[in-house]
């Protein structure tokens, strides 16, 4: 399986699900076989589809009832195979159906109750029973013939997929339930119910109406009913107010902005815009972080220098970016009701940046009108989701062909020269006058990813500085779990009051390795952390402190944190429809020492996708707690099965094969591990110990070495070579390690001692 899958596995470990409680009368149930809003009043009945554009937008058109008018694709008795399993689509007495495989791995036929989705593609959505949606992943490409469309295509073309995959049509992962639905109809209701796995789902408007961005509606239509709708009190819970003014100053080629940033756009559309969890209650004008965990800059989310990767739904680029930092916002450059641009071409930029000065020849050097010319092909480049839907990096990079040499990261210069290299690039850069830019950022984000000991100098004194945007600061932060050192301790401690709740969060996270009571220490004032998300992280911390607690306000101190406790296991229950949900839910219980409930969490997840490996895992080694090693070893070679190139699956395996004594078979188990894409430096680390229990010394310090150059300058790694050279006298290279951790931990009485017997002197202690 791809690993694509196994990052998707493991991001999906923290997807969190909510209902929203607003204006909850008049619901309309899913089972409904006609989509009419009984009894309450729509935005269609006040305003004909001329009166705004949004009423003709995609957004408009996210989900509709099948039928002759909203089914975009042929279903003219039409057949497709993807990964050995035929499709068929036809109609039947004015019904669109599809025939293919079932969820019991049976053929069986489906009616189509709803189209989803317009354009570039639309997928279709079936009830397999219980209410459970399915969107089928063979979509309908919308986009003209001459483009490529016209065409059935399967969204999940490079898996292997069968009736067990997790992305199989009838799984977990095409569930529109708990997938799509909140972002994409109005006041939802998704009504899970555990105990039998069944879905009453409701909502108000089939699609996105005004009511998912403004709020309850009623006092509009009192006020509209008796004509007193006014410019400035439209009866919505919440408008849109424009705070800041863009103007240019005289000499200026950029505009400057006068008024107050406005955040009510962050907190109204990037719930639905980022890549993130859900923790709270949902309504439109709340504070963005009392009802999300925005998924900050990881890798395989993003590349290393903050550009997109994977699909993160545009905030979290934006955040990085210096409009943001300006007050820019969402409303700058899209109409809200629509979702088209403001303005055609370079048009929408220039409306900030003086034409003559950025679009001209002298700044883009390139033929005027040219695709190069345009200002989004270079700032906003492109990369293509779901097979057929590009769409546009808003952190606002400039094109650095330099740091495509050193890093993974791609540059918009190759997209459209893609017949140069990238030499080619870099001298007409440099030709046109253009500096090689100091990406600080990346530097730090790629040592700090690669667990580089050594960066810690460095990192104390930029990375988090002014010129770093929260999101990128908090980014930084979170990898630092990784270091348990008095440094990351200090360089975390301080921004747990940082003014930034994704600092203050990150801070949290940071900390997650110290001992319990420096966490405790550390952490408690948060406990009451005005903002959502930094309790549940606070939470999440500290969900092992319970009984550890000393000193003359301990009971006092343990209600509180039970109180957190109970306020995020609550939160946690929001997703209980969805593996994830359940895997957290049981890391939890085990944290708060309640094996049981684990159990239950866990086995939950794998009733709602059959191969979640996550949960496989979890499962796998809370038997392994428990002694049973033989329920251990079937979880984990299912999980070994469905996820090969996942190093993790084959750490845990060759784990199990230790505690079973067979330890050839351990070693490769652990060699595999290490060759994934995925594999970190404690899977190194264990291989070598495991090669050199096996009187493989030298082998384990090839293993290392190698290691060394993947990982380098890793505390751990460097110990233990330093060791295995002590141990077996070959020495060669020791100064070489025993450098790094006489900078980076001199106090430790065995660096002292090897660095004493080998460089012939004590070195004093650090302060």
């Known amino acids: 399986m791809k690993n694509r899958l196994c990052f998707v596995l493991i991001v999906v470990l923290s997807v969190l699900a909510s209902a929203c409680e607003r204006n909850t009368e008049n619901r309309l149930d899913l089972g409904n076989t006609s989509p009419h809003f009984v009894g309450s009043t729509t935005c269609m009945d006040c305003h004909q589809p001329e009166f705004v554009d949004w009423q003709k937008s995609d957004h408009q058109l996210a989900m509709q009832a099948a039928n002759s008018d909203t089914v975009l694709a042929d279903f003219d008795d039409v057949k497709v195979e993807f990964h050995d399993i035929e499709t068929r689509f036809f109609q039947h007495e004015e019904e669109y159906k599809i025939a293919s495989i079932g969820p019991s791995g049976q053929p069986a036929e489906f009616s189509v109750k709803y189209t989803f989705g317009h354009y570039p593609l639309q997928q279709y959505l079936v009830d397999i029973g219980k209410g459970h949606l399915q969107a089928l992943n063979v979509a ?76 309850a509606a009623s006092v509009h239509v009192s006020m509209a009913e008796q004509n007193s709708l006014k410019p400035d009190n439209s009866g919505f819970e919440r408008g849109l107010k424009t705070r ?48 999300y965990r925005l998924s900050t800059i990881d890798q395989g989310l993003y590349f290393s220098d903050g550009q997109i990767n994977d699909e993160v739904f545009v905030l979290g680029s934006f955040l990085q970016s210096k409009m943001y930092e300006q007050g820019v916002t969402c409303s700058n450059c899209h109409d809200p009701h629509s979702g088209k641009l403001l303005a055609e071409g370079n048009g929408l930029c220039l409306q900030c940046h003086k034409a003559s000065a950025y679009d001209v020849s002298e700044h883009h050097h390139h033929q005027q009108d040219s695709e190069g010319s345009a200002c989004v092909n270079c700032h906003m480049p492109e990369r293509t989701y779901m097979s057929v839907d590009p769409r546009r990096d808003h952190s606002f990079v400039i094109p650095d062909p330099n740091l495509s040499t050193t890093s993974d990261v791609p540059n918009a210069c190759a997209d459209c020269h893609q017949d140069k290299p990238n030499a080619w690039l870099i001298q007409a850069m440099s030709e046109w006058g253009i500096a090689r830019q100091n990406n600080v950022w ?23 500085g002014e010129e770093l945007s929260p999101i990128r600061q908090a980014t930084l932060l979170e990898k630092l779990s990784a270091f348990p050192s008095r440094l990351a301790m200090e360089a975390a401690a301080q921004q747990l009051n940082n003014a930034d709740p994704l600092v203050r969060r ?23 952390d005005p903002v959502r998300v930094v309790r549940f992280e606070v939470a999440n911390v500290l969900s092992d402190a319970l009984g550890q607690v000393s000193g003359g306000d301990a009971q006092r101190e343990e209600m509180k944190l039970q109180a957190l406790l109970d306020e995020f296991r609550k939160s946690l229950a929001y997703s209980a429809d969805s593996p994830g949900g359940q895997v957290a839910i049981g890391i ?26 996550p949960a496989l895992i979890n499962l796998a080694d809370h038997y392994r707690a428990a002694e049973d090693d033989t329920k251990s070893h079937a979880l984990l070679a299912r999980a070994l099965k469905t996820a090969p190139d996942s ?42 110990v495991a090669l050199d229990s096996q009187g493989q010394t030298l082998e384990a310090m090839k293993a290392i070495a190698k290691a060394d150059k993947r990982w380098p300058n890793h505390l751990d790694l460097n110990m233990l070579q330093v060791s295995l050279m002590d141990k077996t006298g070959n020495t060669k290279g020791i100064h070489h390690y025993l450098s790094l951790l006489a900078s980076v931990a001199i106090n430790n009485p065995q660096v002292r001692q090897w660095t004493q017997k080998y460089n012939g002197r004590t070195p004093p202690k650090s302060n």
């Open 140 to 215: 309908w490409d919308s986009r003209p013939k001459t483009e490529g469309g016209q065409r059935w295509f399967h969204l999940q073309a490079d898996e292997d997929i069968n009736v067990e995959h997790p992305f199989f049509w009838a799984g977990h992962f095409q569930n529109w339930n708990s997938r799509c639905a909140q972002c994409h109809s109005t006041n939802l209701e998704k009504n899970f119910n555990p105990q039998d796995d069944s879905y009453q789902t409701r909502w108000s408007e089939i699609s996105v109406g005004c009511e998912a961005c403004h709020g």
């Open 506 to 528: 990150a801070a949290v996270r940071a900390l997650q390795s110290m001992p319990v009571n420096v966490r405790w220490q550390l952490l408690s004032p948060l406990i009451t």
């Open 442 to 464: 990346e530097v730090l984000n790629t040592r700090l990813g690669n667990l580089d000991i050594l960066l810690f100098k460095d990192y104390a004194q930029n990375a988090l």
């Open 647 to 688: 190093a993790n699956t084959n750490h845990a395996y060759g784990l199990l094969q230790v505690r079973m004594g067979k330890y050839e078979k351990a070693l490769g188990y652990f060699k595999a591990a290490l060759a994934q894409a995925d594999a970190q430096p404690n899977h190194a680390y264990i291989y070598a």
């Open 244 to 291: 800041l003014t863009w103007a240019f100053n005289d000499n200026e080629s950029i505009a400057s902005s006068s008024g107050e940033t406005n955040p009510d756009l962050i907190d109204m559309c990037g719930g639905c815009h980022s890549r993130r969890s859900i923790i709270g209650e949902l309504k439109p004008f709340n504070n963005y972080h009392d009802q």
């Open 588 to 613: 939890l219980e085990d944290q708060t020492g309640r094996p049981v409930q684990a159990e239950e969490a866990y086995k939950r997840a794998l009733s709602i996708e059959l191969n979640f490996v």
